[in-house]
């Protein structure tokens, strides 16, 4: 990028949103990390450079128009994020909308927000608890991040709702020349439907804006669940490793018959060792948790045995009218009986007819399945070494069990052999499943857990299986695999990119996706 074009963009864009809302250097600016560090950048080791070479910080719409007219103007790469640090592409300018964190409504009758993407599920929350409204917002396992921005990348939470990509209705939307649209009903001046209903009239274009480059996303409608008046959480264990098959299949086929609604959450003994409270618990772990070992499984077995855990734990929530409640868990029970020693515990909270249970009433959860957002998982991470950081590989799969399992044993095998412990946060729905390994690792092991990555990442293609998000290292492999005649998908959003954004302004690289002209800056997909 030209030293001289860059200093002359942000020049430019002080004089639209103030000077000190711009970062000449990535070195401050940005929203504080866990380490209280405001810079820009891969806040952890990564075999990729990702450090930009600024940030731009807009707190309104006509702003973010403006700053990306100046980018075409000074051929000035940009990558957005909501409320992250960093990008694909060394030396891109960060165009940080954490600034732009306006609820610009909640609708407590017909139960929907509209936020912009500075908005954090926190925000959410706390906003629906000060004004004392009878609302549920589904919230991923950490609330720090962005409603849109989670949304938008696919993310998921663990209400009734927890698809949050099915759950927006309503997007506005920056195009890459600066060009402002909203689209479904909202395309309509002074429509009255923008967060009701999704499809509006001719073709949705909603999608083009998921996990793209194609726009900047400035705010969406997000749809929440009201309270219900009877809430029970659910935890059932099983004992064998292979149990995993039919712990996937019962649940899946009861969401399937609306009596679970939300996301189930399984977990391996490893991950419910180590997220137990249990001291002793932790003081075994701790001797295997280092950098270059793992925790071994008869010790695992052990650790099993001796707390009476499952090999497996399957979480979910039951939410209902409050004479339904009993029938649901007396339905629920008899299903995984069919499950050789399984057990099955819960907390019931059930009100009278006519009341909505709170979230005071709740108070915590260790799984946020009542949309009470936490922060307790960050925990974890520096449970090898502080500080610690994590990755994951997340891909999809049919709903039976079978095909995760045989996947599983692969994987788990493959990240034993490279001196990692296979963290299980597997999450159902009713058509599929979402194999997430958590990987936690410390500094020095940031090359071997790069090596597991592809490993893992290429196994799964072969067998006909691939992530459906991932992180920023492996966007490019993760695109390859969508190879159906000749890559004519990536083809076909090549096109839609070279016409929107013709000298690629916007988050170069993001999901795999390029222009098809040398980008600005110079970095060639690594597939």
């Known amino acids: 990028m030209d030293a001289q074009k860059l200093q002359e963009f942000f020049d430019g864009v002080a004089q639209v949103i103030g000077e000190t809302n711009v970062s000449r250097q990535p070195s401050s600016g940005g929203l504080k990390d866990l380490s209280g560090s405001t810079a820009y950048g891969d806040p952890f080791a990564s075999p990729t450079n990702h450090d930009p070479s600024g940030a731009v910080r807009p707190k309104s719409v006509e702003e973010v128009r403006k700053i990306v007219r100046l980018a ?3 051929a000035i790469a940009l990558w957005t994020v909501s409320r992250g640090k960093t990008s694909v592409v060394q030396g891109t300018v960060v165009l940080d909308l954490h600034r732009m964190n306006t609820i610009v409504e909640i609708n407590e009758e017909y139960c ?17 608890q000060r004004r004392g409204l009878n609302l549920w917002p589904s919230v991923p396992a950490i609330g720090w991040g962005s409603v849109l921005g989670n949304t938008t ?11 949050h990509a099915q759950a927006q209705c309503g997007m506005e939307v920056v195009l890459p020349n600066g060009e402002l649209l909203r689209t479904g009903m909202g395309a309509m001046d002074g429509s009255q439907m923008f967060a009701l209903y999704k499809g509006g009239f001719g073709p949705s274009v909603d999608g083009l804006f998921y996990q793209s480059n194609l726009g900047i996303v400035t705010k969406i409608g997000i749809q929440m669940i009201p309270a219900p008046e009877a809430y029970a ?39 419910i060792a180590l997220t137990s409270r249990v001291p002793s618990v932790h003081e075994t772990l701790q001797k295997y948790m280092k950098p270059n070992s793992c925790v071994p499984y008869d010790v695992l077995e052990k650790i099993r045995v001796e707390q009476k855990w499952g090999f497996w734990r399957a979480y979910f929530s039951l939410y209902s009218q409050v004479e339904m409640l009993p029938g649901l868990l007396q339905t629920t029970r008899r299903a995984f009986n069919a499950i050789p020693g399984a057990t099955m515990t819960w907390r019931e909270l059930s009100g009278k007819p006519g009341e909505f249970i709170t ?29 610690g950081g994590h990755i994951d590989y997340s891909p999809l799969f049919p709903p039976s069990g079978r095909e995760l399992y045989k996947w599983y044993l692969k994987a788990k095998q493959r990240t034993i052999d490279a001196k990692f412990d296979f963290f299980a946060d597997f999450h159902v729905f009713p058509r599929h499943v979402i194999g997430i390994e958590l990987i936690i690792y410390t500094a020095e092991e940031a090359k071997r857990v790069d090596q597991l990555m592809r490993h893992v990442l290429h196994e799964a293609a072969e067998m006909g299986y691939t992530a459906y998000r991932t992180h920023l290292d492996y966007m490019d492999e993760v695109a390859s695999h969508f190879n159906f005649n000749g890559w ?10 070279d016409f929107l954004d013709p000298i690629g302004v916007l988050s170069p690289g993001k999901s795999g996706i390029w222009p098809s002209r040398e980008p600005i800056l110079n970095s060639k997909p690594r597939i």
Request: no cysteine.
């Open 112 to 128: 929907y927000a509209i936020v912009e993407p500075g908005v954090s599920f926190f925000d959410l929350y706390e906003e629906i």
């Open 488 to 497: 004519a998908l990536r083809q076909f959003i090549t096109k839609l990119k």
């Open 233 to 271: 959480t659910v935890e059932v264990d099983v004992p064998q490793e292979s149990d995993l098959v039919a712990l996937v299949s019962i649940l899946s086929d009861l969401m399937r018959r609306s009596v679970i609604l939300n996301s189930s959450s399984i977990a391996n003994i490893f991950r």
């Open 359 to 387: 979230a005071a009433m709740i108070k915590s959860e260790e799984i946020p399945q009542s949309g009470i957002p936490t922060l307790a998982p960050l925990e974890l991470l520096n449970s090898r070494q502080n500080p």
């Open 72 to 74: 075409n103007q000074y």
């Open 153 to 163: 990348d696919r993310g998921f939470g663990y209400t009734p709702l927890g698809d």
